[in-house]
């Protein structure tokens, strides 16, 4: 096992549910820390950001209620998703607001900055930054981030193309930290498998949007349990940067999957007017293959326990 600071250190299971853009909400937050699994949401998902305030009070007197009925087993804890990007002109005001609820973990993406880390560790917070690549990761680290999630291929939202494989096994060579897997995980037994490539924790997203307190429509959620990993479509249109979408979401803007065209990365926005234009275009990873109902949060990561006890035991045989 890595080095694992603060509240990384005593995870009830492996396992990080990763901030979806929209999606993500107190509710859900809530329900995967009490299940035991890090529950997280983008900042830029609270609008106004007036009530990023009031989402955090909420999620903080929720987990205090519940680990004080439960000592013996208290929730997991949760994390803030920070984009640090030019075009995220909330970043302050937000990451202030991260510091005086003292957020358990800061989730960074799309940029490293040392001020930021700082920041969160004026509290004893912890900083996670996700990479696609080694050359991002040695940046990260040098800038004063905890630990990595390496987003791999198949990833849901934005995405890399490196193999799991290869990207684990290049931060392993250098990196003795905590390190997330990201990319087409949805069960338990990929919960081990990440593990075993040398990974603290899987990062899951995809799985998560079908669950009864995810905030996305109804056929959203009805579309990952009806897809897998054929209908996934990787472009770079809808952001600036290259992720992963639903095909059926594409189709159902008008436009056709297998041939998009190519967005200007100069062009990255995240939250504005060219975000707006795209809100249906349903972020999803490859591993959703494994999931065939929407369920509660609770319920999902039961099952993921499930599935990760009956993979340890079929490797001891």
């Not at 990479?131 to 999630?149: F, M, P, Q």
């Not at 990833?155 to 930290?177: C, N, Y």
């Not at 979401?249 to 975000?275: H, Q, T, W, Y």
Request: proline fraction near 6%.
């Amino acid at each position: 096992m890595s080095r694992l600071p603060g509240a990384l250190a005593h995870l009830p299971f492996p396992v990080i549910g990763s901030p979806l853009f929209i999606i993500s909400n107190p509710k859900l937050v809530v329900a995967q820390c009490i299940a035991g699994v890090v529950g997280s949401m983008p900042a830029l998902n609270a609008r106004p950001a007036e009530q990023l305030e009031e989402w955090l009070i909420e999620i903080t007197e929720a987990l205090a209620a519940y680990n004080a009925a439960h000592p013996e087993a208290p929730a997991a804890p949760f994390a803030i998703n920070q984009i640090v990007h030019k075009s995220n002109d909330r970043l302050e005001h937000d990451m202030a607001l991260c510091v005086k609820y003292k957020v358990p973990i800061i989730i960074t993406s799309l940029g490293a900055r040392e001020d930021i880390n700082a920041a969160a560790h004026s509290y004893g917070g912890v900083v996670l930054h996700d990479v696609i690549n080694n050359k991002h990761a040695r940046k990260a680290i040098e800038k004063g981030a905890d630990g990595l999630i390496a987003v791999a291929a198949g990833a849901g939202g934005h995405a890399g193309v490196k193999s799991p494989f290869a990207l684990i096994q290049e931060i392993r060579q250098w990196f003795d930290g905590p390190v997330a897997l990201s990319g087409s995980i949805a069960s338990g037994g990929a919960v081990l498998a990440a593990q075993a490539m040398g990974a603290d924790f899987a990062y899951m997203g995809s799985a998560f949007i079908a669950t009864e307190e995810a905030r996305a429509a109804d056929a959203y959620k009805q579309a990952v349990v009806d897809s897998n990993s054929d209908d996934i479509v990787y472009s770079n249109l809808f952001t600036g940067v290259h992720g992963n979408y639903l095909a059926p979401s594409i189709r159902a803007a008008g436009l056709d999957p297998e041939n998009l065209p190519v967005s200007d990365p100069s062009k990255m926005n995240f939250g504005g007017d060219k975000s707006k234009a795209w809100k249906d275009i349903w972020g999803c990873g490859q591993g959703i293959g494994a999931i065939d109902k929407v369920q509660p949060a609770g319920e999902l990561v039961a099952q993921l326990k499930r599935e990760y006890a009956a993979a340890r035991t079929r490797l001891s045989l």
